[in-house]
């Protein structure tokens, strides 16, 4: 295990710019989930991490060394591939000791890496199989256990449940957390999925366009997040963003959407004293799904018009209108409005956030 420096990392292929100085300091032991849209650069920093491409400009630290001009196989890392990488002709056993016969390491050594990685992982019944015989989440398992016994400093991983169905996916990801928990093994993990990342990872690692928006515990990304572009990618459906002027004076903020033909006031009173900077500016409300209430619940009171209603199961998703301005609530399954009809909804304002002009968060006072 190792703890894992990135310093000032470009890449540039040609004209596109892949990556603009990257810089994370993950920690040893620590699982780290880089997210965002494809192309965004993800699998480009897995692959420097890993050696596969050399970096433009910038150096890499794996515990005390220094790994940029290292060549793959000295770094110590181990990319943990989907599960079809497996050889389908050989056995579980000869799949995780290939490696070692490639090394020429002494048969007991392999014997007794093997017997340590089938217990731990819990594939022992399994090691006479072939990958064919196993389910999806047995073979992710034994391609675990084939990076496990090289003992590596550092596990990179890059969508590896991105070909699996929606249950099996749910269940990997359960196993992929228990996993880390009992091995405590550093993890770089890309994925695009937000659920994972959010679900998987101590810290998060957000990039867009080349660039890291922010990197932080899930509830930070997703209660405070950076910028707009991080409150719109993390989170399902995404959070809404209301353009308003922020009115009022120093202990009695109000923030006005000027809408169609109708000004909607937002109080928030002397806890959103932050925004007195902001007086006469127009800014963006973000205001989460879920934090639209049945009318009766404390917040703000708003008329509005229901556009759509889908229930999801466990939750009721409904799309309206206010002042010309369409909203996204996810709402208790219970509330089930019709179509077209005008209902009052609750908005707890205590969790929303604010962003200036260019897109940055506007921090709470005392942040
Ligand atoms: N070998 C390459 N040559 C040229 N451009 C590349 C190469 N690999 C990746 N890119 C470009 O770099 C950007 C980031 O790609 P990538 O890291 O694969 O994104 P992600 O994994 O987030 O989907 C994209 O614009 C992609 O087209
Ligand atoms: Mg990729």
């Not at 420096?5 to 040609?14: A, F, S």
């Not at 594939?123 to 064919?132: C, Q, T, V």
């Not at 015989?133 to 016994?149: D, E, K, N, P, T």
């Amino acid at each position: 295990m190792a703890a894992l420096n990135i310093e000032n990392v470009w890449k540039k292929y040609g004209n596109v710019i892949a990556l603009r100085d990257v810089n994370l300091d993950i920690q040893d032991g620590e699982f780290v989930v880089l997210v965002g849209p494809s192309g965004c650069g993800k699998s480009t920093l897995l692959s420097i991490i890993a050696g596969l491409e050399d970096t433009s400009h910038g150096t890499l630290t794996l515990g005390d060394r220094d790994v940029t001009d290292l060549s793959p196989k000295d770094r110590n890392i181990a990319l943990v591939f989907q599960s079809y990488a497996l050889y389908p002709t050989m056995t579980v056993r000869q799949n995780i000791t290939f490696g070692m016969e490639n090394r020429k390491v002494p048969k007991t050594d392999q014997d007794k890496a093997v017997a340590d990685v089938a217990k731990l992982l819990q594939i022992e019944p399994l090691l006479d199989r072939k990958p064919g015989q196993l389910s999806g989440g047995q073979r992710q398992r034994v391609a675990m256990g084939r990076a496990l016994v090289r003992d590596p400093q550092l596990f990179l991983f890059d969508e590896p449940l991105s070909n699996l169905d929606a249950k099996l996916r749910v269940e990997m990801r359960t196993e992929m957390k228990k996993l880390h928990k009992r091995l405590g093994q550093t993890i770089v993990y890309v994925t695009h999925d937000q659920v994972e990342a959010m679900t998987l990872s101590d810290r998060i690692v957000v990039i867009n366009d080349g660039v890291v928006q922010q990197f932080a515990d899930p509830d930070t990304i997703y209660q405070k997040p950076a910028n707009t572009f991080v409150a719109g990618f993390m989170g399902s459906p995404s959070m809404n963003f209301i353009e308003v002027e922020v009115t009022g004076k120093t202990g009695d903020i109000t923030v006005v959407h000027h809408g169609e033909g109708e000004d909607i006031a937002f109080a928030l009173g002397a806890a959103r004293d932050e925004l007195v900077p902001c007086i006469g500016d127009t800014v963006t409300l973000g205001v989460r799904p879920e934090h639209f209430r049945p009318m009766g619940e404390a917040g703000q009171t708003l008329s509005v018009n229901v556009d759509v209603v889908e229930p999801t199961g466990p939750d009721t998703m409904v799309v309206f209108s206010i002042a010309g301005k369409s909203l996204v609530g996810v709402l208790n399954a219970k509330f089930r409005p019709n179509e077209d009809d005008q209902v009052e909804l609750s908005l707890s304002m205590d969790e929303a956030c604010f962003f200036d002009a260019t897109g940055t968060r506007i921090p709470g006072l005392g942040e």
